[in-house]
């Protein structure tokens, strides 16, 4: 039998360096760090070569200049005069504007359709896996472009609202659906609309407030108080009782037409609907994949047990399934979220100027700056998704299972 | 007791009375139907929703495919033929059928050659897909990169064939010498390969015939649906190896690997892939030594599967994850190194986990070719939006020809996705 002894001090040997696994970690991290160093070294002079070659230098002086183009869509004050960097600002707001909303109604559109999909109703059933099968395996700038010919090509143009007898009419006289955009109407804020803004944010703080209450009293008496009706006559009544005392404050501005061309009210340009709708419908479907699987992931067995507490289906839903399914629908639903704020850079195709169509689409083109432009991009991008997935993992933290 | 009522009993029945049927509601459709469609009032409304849904789009889309039109030049001929009925004008799949799955530039005489090399992918996917299959037909999937590099882009059959020995040549040397040492294995088996093709490049640059077997055809001319499958496949096949590497080296011990790992596969995923083909455009050119240019095709190539390993890298590393602690001390117990405890225990059973999330990362890298077409590359969506739609016979022909791209999409994702399910079920052994 052999004992096992540390190997005597002192007798190294080179060969210990491939073979002694005290020191082959070392070797190998050794002979990483040389490669790297040599690959990185090597690029790094290239680029310097490159750009003296090309007569550039690496500076973000460009951000300063005159950007010299027009964006359809903006959020802030912009025109062809401001700098790139205010058009960079444009594009960034652009695309949290897209993210946001294509966020919002994707999960909508997932919601329902994971439910739907578990529905016992078999042809409504089939119709949202054929939803769900149909966006998930098409590629989705295929749906971003289809969305947008719809927009372009089949809604009437401006001129088919005038006249006597119009081809098109606008929907509820506030609403006009045109080839280049939708057109809604704005809210204008006149005197006094600041009390009525603040008479519906006390009444979202006493909702909160009767809600807290209501439960407060179920727990201390048993006393079950009603919630749906009066959440909701608390939430509107005050509001609109302020509104007709004050006056009607807050007016709209109904879109109109003058000239060639719809003129009062907000624009949403038909990129931004073609790239919005195709965006969530698309995410839509996979969030519906993680609704089924989260609700699925729910045993039976605690649907049983609740029913046997005696509790009702629609408590059984709120308050022992959805709680458990949503540790398990949250982290893929956040990161569905990314995955859509990363698609809206897709807005290049259909001419929505988000970030990657001003400073990396029409800006790198002018102005030639192609890596600084790629860089602060791609900055741009992983600021979000760190920040997201930061957030995301403090969550799971949260609602991780307490072990043992 | 028993004879006390007896006179009382006027009948005894003695014989069974044969079963009468159910009620209608309860049997075949109807009942069926009741349970499935109607079995409540919110039930019922949902139903007749989805039936007025389903009569819409069949009103909006099968006048539309029956009236269509498959047999004319153009677009103004097409409208002639119709006289204003609604229906497709799908001659423009018939008429640009070529440019849509070669691309406009590829030489029309060789269109067999890429036919070939699809086909020819079946055969070479069948061994990997399917267990089952006798282990020997590796072969085939092993040569077939050569031979679909030789049958797509043509020249001197020297290059793919000495690319071949470069790969048979250092495999031999690694199994001369992983007997020894892993490692040493593989530095060998790295330094042969090269040598080989450096070798093999001098010898094709000195006695490249003026006139291949096989017409070259350079890479800009690759084009329409082929392309989107180049892309695919290739990245798709280099991005598992490194994906592995990439999980391997993030669960690592050794600090620089783990870091250098973390930061890549957290970058790649932090952003779009269209940024990354931005790089591959405009960027790349800048980090080359002065003077190289090498092809687009190629840079995309790179870019895509670096975005791709990075992804899979993540499901591997999942896999890797979810087995249980003690397969890692079972290999070191059994004195079982590093490398070996990776291939002959661990990496078997965390890549049969890992199957299902890497076929879906799949049907996402074939979606997510399609996005080269931002970059004016002229694959099958490029081929829509530019040649086809900027043409005087087809501007305005939106919904056959992204239809059919949609359609063409959805079989190839669909198909996958099902043999993922079908995999799944085959793999599921009960234990993870």
């Keep these: ?404 | 007791m028993s004879d006390t009522h007896a006179q009382s009993v006027a009948f005894v029945r003695d014989t069974e009375i044969p079963a009468s049927p159910p009620p209608v509601a309860q049997t075949g459709a109807v009942r069926w139907m009741r349970e499935n469609l109607f079995s409540t009032w919110v039930n019922a409304l949902l139903t007749v929703a989805a039936l007025y849904a389903i009569y819409l789009i069949g009103v909006a889309i099968l006048p539309w495919l029956i009236n269509g039109v498959w047999t004319t030049p153009s677009l103004t001929a097409c409208r002639e033929v119709l006289q204003g009925k609604v229906g497709g004008c799908f001659s423009v799949l018939t008429e640009r059928w070529n440019q849509l799955l070669f691309g406009f530039t590829y030489p029309s005489d060789q269109y067999w050659r890429p036919g070939i090399a699809f086909l020819l992918l079946f055969a070479a996917a069948a061994p990997v897909m399917f267990f089952k299959l006798p282990r020997k037909l590796l072969i085939i999937t092993a040569l077939y990169p050569f031979v679909a590099y030789y049958l797509i882009w043509g020249g001197t059959i020297l290059t793919p064939v000495f690319a071949l020995l470069g790969f048979v040549a250092g495999y031999a040397a690694y199994a001369r010498l992983v007997k020894g040492s892993f490692a040493l294995g593989i530095f060998a088996a790295v330094a042969v390969a090269a040598l080989t093709w450096w070798i093999g490049g001098m010898i094709t640059d000195a006695v490249a015939p003026a006139q291949p077997w096989l017409e070259e055809v350079p890479s800009r001319d690759m084009g329409g649906f082929m392309l989107n499958m180049i892309l695919g496949v290739t990245c798709l096949s280099l991005s598992i190896p490194l994906g592995i590497l990439l999980a391997l080296g993030r669960q690592s011990n050794l600090p620089l690997i783990k870091a250098v790992c973390v930061v890549f596969i957290e970058f790649i995923r932090g952003v779009p892939l269209i940024t990354l083909l931005f790089v591959a455009n405009v960027v790349l050119a800048y980090f080359l030594p002065p003077g190289t240019s090498f092809d687009l095709i190629l840079r995309v190539i790179i870019m895509i599967t670096l975005f791709a390993s990075a992804y899979i890298a993540e499901v591997i590393r999942g896999g890797l994850a979810a087995l249980p602690k003690g397969q890692y001390e079972a290999g070191d117990s059994l004195g079982l190194d590093y490398p070996q405890a990776m291939r002959l225990i661990i990496l078997p059973q965390a890549l049969k986990i890992s199957i299902p999330g890497i076929v879906n990362i799949a049907v996402g890298l074939f979606k997510d070719t399609t996005l080269v077409s931002v970059i004016s590359m002229f694959d099958l969506v490029g081929m829509i939006r530019g040649p086809i739609l900027a043409s005087a016979e087809w501007n305005g022909v939106y919904w056959e020809l992204f239809g059919f791209a949609a359609l063409l999409f959805f079989v190839v994702c669909y198909g996958i996705s099902k043999y993922s399910q079908w995999l799944e079920r085959q793999l599921s052994t009960g234990h993870r």
């Design chain 1, 1 to 404: 039998m052999t004992t096992y002894t540390d190997p005597e001090k002192g007798g190294f040997h080179v060969s210990q360096l491939l073979s002694d696994t005290r020191y082959r970690a070392i070797t190998f991290q050794v002979i990483v760090f040389i490669l790297l160093s040599l690959v990185l070294w090597r690029l790094g002079s290239n680029l310097v070569t490159n750009l003296r070659t090309a007569g550039l230098t690496f500076s973000f002086g460009f951000l300063a200049d005159t950007a010299g183009y027009d964006v359809g869509q903006t959020l802030i004050p912009y025109s062809s005069q401001s700098s790139n960097w205010q058009a960079a600002k444009v594009g960034i707001l652009n695309t949290l504007l897209v993210a946001v909303l294509g966020c919002i109604t994707a999960t909508i559109f997932g919601v329902t359709a994971g439910v739907l999909r578990l529905s016992k109703n078999w042809i409504v059933s089939r119709l949202m896996a054929a939803y769900v099968e149909a966006f998930r395996n098409v590629p989705v700038l295929i749906w971003i472009l289809i969305i947008y010919a719809i927009m372009t090509v089949s809604l009437p143009a401006p001129s088919a609202f005038r006249g006597e007898t119009p081809d098109s009419t606008m929907l509820a006289g506030l609403f006009a659906f045109t080839n280049r955009g939708i057109y809604i109407p704005a809210p204008i804020w006149n005197a006094g609309s600041g009390i009525v803004a603040g008479v519906f944010v006390l009444s979202i703080a006493a909702v909160f407030a009767y809600r807290a209450y209501a439960k407060k009293q179920l727990f201390d008496s048993g006393r079950l108080l009603p919630m749906g009706w009066p959440s909701l006559l608390i939430l509107f009544v005050p509001t609109i009782a302020a509104f007709f005392l004050l006056g009607r404050p807050v007016g709209l501005d109904i879109p109109a037409l003058r000239g060639f061309n719809f003129a009062g009210g907000i624009k949403i340009g038909a990129p931004l609907i073609a790239l919005w709708f195709a965006l969530s419908i698309y995410t839509g479907a996979f969030i519906a994949e993680n609704v089924r699987a989260g609700i699925q992931a729910v045993s039976q067995g605690q649907t049983e047990a609740a029913a046997a507490l005696g509790l009702r289906p629609g408590r059984i839903m709120s308050l022992v399934i959805l709680p458990q399914a949503m540790r398990v629908i949250i982290p893929p639903l956040i990161s569905q979220y990314l995955n859509l704020t990363k698609n809206s850079s897709l807005a290049i195709a259909v001419g929505y100027a988000d970030i990657t169509a001003t400073l990396g689409g029409i800006t790198l083109n002018q102005t030639g700056r192609a890596i600084e432009c790629v860089l602060l991009l791609m900055l741009f991008y992983l600021a979000i998704s760190l920040t997201i997935s930061g957030l995301m993992n403090i969550y799971n933290n949260s609602v991780r299972l307490k072990e043992r």
